[in-house]
């Protein structure tokens, strides 16, 4: 069956500022240093898979300029430019039936621009056995073995050891004690929001749980390539509910599998993720940039040309920018967009 | 009887780095944010009571120009450049020595350059009522009513409510539950370092208690103003102990005397300081420069223009300057000289 990929690129990134801004946000950014941004990382790593002529981005219009200067390889034509932000569900809504247009049916690769991934060949591997049990109906979401009790995860339920394993539970973000008892239990995976569906298996699961949504899209579908796409879909975009494809597909249908998956992932979600990524020293810091620590244990510091000097701190997170610098707790960064929010009356230039 | 002064201003202010350099340590720095530097305030508190010509300071040859160019009012002949430092009892010494040769014998004012004070009249009151005391031969040190548990000063203990009253102990920097039992009981001061003597006492109390520092510096004062002066100084002041004159004289004579003060006073000894002399937000933060917080408190925050950021954090000092930024928590603010010692082998253009 035909491969086609939808990568969803429009997120802002917040959590990762100040050195991600609204202008640039961090899948535009080469946060582990080699140069290569994260939206590049994940094109490259579908490649051996995926034709550049049929791998989509769905993104909003600020970010198209990046996108033709990071990605020349990918047709200007595949560039969904969502009107505003509506999570992944009217997203891939939309994308699904634009696909079933082009292709008829074929197998779609659902991936955000922004994670990362160590082991290519690994990723390559869990894609190609998700793509076979998704020609057999099922949804397939890739899971991860969970490598720590994270909070800022969703976890999968799967009844049975078996690859793919059906998925019976989902739940979201889990308080530290009870992600420690699911990743003890070892009858659990992160859900990584990678998946794997053929079009028809994943328009019908559409239409049965979201079927206003459904509705409202298909019009826009059958418009693609019209030049009353556009204006249809700015109609009709903002009064579609924000919602997300695990909320409103995954947790209600009957057909989901999983492909545990042994690979090291990130979704990049916040500052933290540093400290997974990056090395860090025997004090557990991660530190970038000309940064001396004394006194300091696992601190993580994101710095330029300026020395930074951290003194008897634990788990503080420090990233300096040219014009704004971020001192937050850890256990702050998910609460980054609490700060931005504040900062906006009078700060906007830095957001 | 006539007044002269010495001003101890050699410090190199180490504990307030980043601000503070070594090239230009805080008592050339206006910390107060009113244009007028720590070593001016202290030079012009007491010109109500001593001219500036009998006003002598004592510093090392690195400071000479930022002196003559905050202190044009003082003769430059008034200006002690110490070989090295030695801590505060071999520069009185020296400098008892030179003002007996010039006065005969006067009352003596010791007074470190960078400390602050606010009521300024206060001040000079007990300043009159100490130099009266100290007519009588006593070594009078000014002492302040504690404000607080601070464990970094020294406190003295006093046997009456007199004023002068005896001083029958001191102890140096006491733990915390220590401290709280000293300022709970009444009975003890902050020891000020801002002392009062006659030359005639003061000698006799040197000559006594520290005989060998006093013999080695006497041909020195004899030669004050001839062209041995200096090349006998750089021989003999390398090989002095380093010694204060809290150690070395005051907590072994007998005839020691405070005088209690009532005004508001700071050693503005680290960055804690701020938060005693700033004026904190109801959160506790003291903040200067263009600085954002979120649930934050009790943060000092010393910024320029660039924004900074905080989010989540309790008790951090965060200093930002052009080549240099400091976070460290508010306990270990002490510890400065460390995180010092740390960045001289890679990073002393910063010091």
Known sequence: M?????????????????????????????LTGDGETLIQKTVRRLLPLVSPEDIYLATNAAYL????????????ENILTEPCARNTAPCIC?????????????????????????????FLESLRCAVKAAETGRLVTLGIHPACPETGYGYLHCASEESPCNVTQFLEKPP??????????????????????????????????????????SPAADAWETPDFAPYLAKIYPSLPSVSIDCGVMEK?????????????????????IERIGDADTQGNCLQGDVVTVDSTGCTVSGQEKLIAVLGLQEVVIVDTPDALLVCSKQSTQDIRKLL?????HHCSVL
Chains 1, 2 share one sequence.
């Open 2 to 30: 035909k491969l086609t990929a939808l990568i969803m690129a429009g997120g802002r990134g917040e959590r990762f500022w100040p050195v991600s801004r609204e202008r640039c946000p961090k899948q535009f950014l080469s």
């Open 65 to 76: 300029d990046l996108i033709a200067a990071q990605l020349p390889e990918l047709p200007p």
């Open 94 to 122: 939309l994308a699904a039936g634009i696909f079933r247009r082009k292709y008829g049916d074929a197998a779609m690769l659902v991936l955000p621009a922004d994670h990362l991934i160590r082991e290519e060949a690994l």
């Open 176 to 217: 530290f004690e009870t992600a420690q008892a699911l990743v003890e239990s070892g009858e659990w995976l992160w859900n990584s929001g990678i998946f794997v569906w053929t079009l028809s298996a994943v328009t019908e699961a559409l239409r049965l749980h979201l079927p206003a949504l459904y509705d409202a899209l």
């Open 253 to 273: 249908a009957e057909n989901i599998c999983a492909v545990p998956c042994r690979f090291r992932w990130d979704d990049v979600g916040s500052w933290r993720a």
């Open 341 to 345: 929010a504040a900062l906006r009356p």
